[in-house]
């Protein structure tokens, strides 16, 4: 469980209901949607485009050593692409660190729709903050697509292709384009070790 407890110097931000916007529910997390934060829209790259600043707003999201990591899901259901609202629950242990992490949601609790989950999404709380091997290895992907962004809303996309001989793929939000930036050859996908894009199509 994640220490809730208040940093000295903490910015103001929105908070977050546990047991309502997320929970437990035995050793899996959960999180409510659709979350109220974000418009849902057909393209799910329009969802994305909301993200950092609803998540930015939160309680020590920006924090940087003491802040947290916020973890939520994308979905679909009746046609369209929702956000779940994000989850501060964490395995780390209370104060100041240079890692962080969130847990990430096995489901979104949706009374309204059939949510099918896209992908997950969370975030960094430090500026400059690209996908870590952690964020990238094999044993982090349980859906098909992570976001990730930090507080100065650069956002990446990983494509892990778990359990394809291809590499994984990373993209860079930029505009209203995803560029590729860099690869994870597939001997490096267990350990999640992010390469600039190759020529020789390893």
């Known amino acids: 469980m994640i220490a809730l407890a208040l940093s000295g110097c903490a ?16 050793p899996r997390v959960w999180v409510a949607g659709p979350w109220e934060a974000i418009v ?19 309680e020590h999201a920006r924090e940087h050593d003491d802040g947290w990591e916020y973890c939520g899901l994308l ?7 929702y956000a779940s609202a994000p989850s501060p629950l964490s395995r780390d242990k209370p104060g100041p660190s240079g890692i962080k992490s969130c847990r990430i949601p096995a489901m979104v609790r949706d009374p309204q729709h059939d949510a099918q989950v896209l992908s997950d999404y969370h975030s960094h709380p430090w500026p400059d903050s690209p996908l870590s091997a952690n964020d990238a290895a094999l044993r982090s992907q349980r859906w098909s697509i992570r976001i990730q962004f930090d507080t100065r809303c650069h956002v990446y996309k990983l494509v892990p292709h778990v359990g394809e001989p291809v590499p994984g ?6 505009g209203k384009t995803w ?10 996908k267990p350990a999640g070790l992010v390469q600039p894009p190759l020529s020789d199509g390893r």
């Open 75 to 81: 979905y679909t259901g009746g046609g369209m692409t």
């Open 11 to 26: 910015i103001p931000g929105k908070a977050l209901r546990s047991g309502i916007d997320f929970g437990e529910d035995g």
């Open 40 to 58: 849902p829209a057909t393209d799910v790259d329009d969802v994305v485009d909301q993200l950092c600043p609803a998540v930015m707003a939160l």
């Open 169 to 174: 793929e990373v993209y860079e939000r930029v």
């Open 179 to 188: 560029r590729p930036t860099s690869i994870i050859r597939v001997e490096d």
